[in-house]
């Protein structure tokens, strides 16, 4: 289940704000609270958020534990929930494997021009002619 959108979750706040100015003489339910924002129960149930605003407003349902229906319902919403979010992590991690593997790849080029640069140099030097190392005047060594 995807979860609900911007505008759906605006409806059910207001409803819930008319609800919560007026509540009557029944108590107040998911059934009601849907009907009221004008969505459909399913929508209602992917908000498990809202639903315990719904009833944090309800001094009956305060007392009262969850029904096992309500109680199912809240916890398909967070697997709903939790399966977007670990989707997008997948989304993202592998946008990352395939910016590293581009990395990987120019690395791989670069160390393969210099170790035929290495080369090149090698087989230039003169084999009568020693090699011999140069200090670098820099911040470490003596002038």
């Known amino acids: 289940m995807k979860p609900i959108s911007s505008v759906s979750a605006q409806a059910i706040e207001k409803a819930l704000a008319r ?4 509540p009557g003489s029944g108590k107040l339910s998911a059934a009601l609270l849907a009907a ?5 129960r399913a929508t209602l149930y992917r908000a498990p958020e809202l639903l315990r605003r719904l009833r944090g407003l309800n001094a009956a349902d305060r007392e009262a534990p969850l029904t096992r229906t309500d109680r199912v319902h809240e916890l398909e919403a967070l697997v709903a929930q939790l399966k977007g979010h670990e989707a997008d992590e997948l989304r993202s991690l592998r946008a990352a494997n395939r910016n590293m593997a581009q990395h990987i790849q120019a690395l791989s080029l670069l160390v393969r021009d210099l170790n035929r640069r290495i080369g ?3 087989a230039e030097a003169s084999p ?6 140069v200090p670098l005047a820099g911040r470490d060594t003596p002038r």
């Open 36 to 40: 009221e924002a004008v969505v459909s």
């Open 128 to 133: 009568s002619e020693p090699l011999r190392a």
């Open 19 to 22: 609800l919560a100015e007026n």
């Open 120 to 122: 090149q140099l090698q």
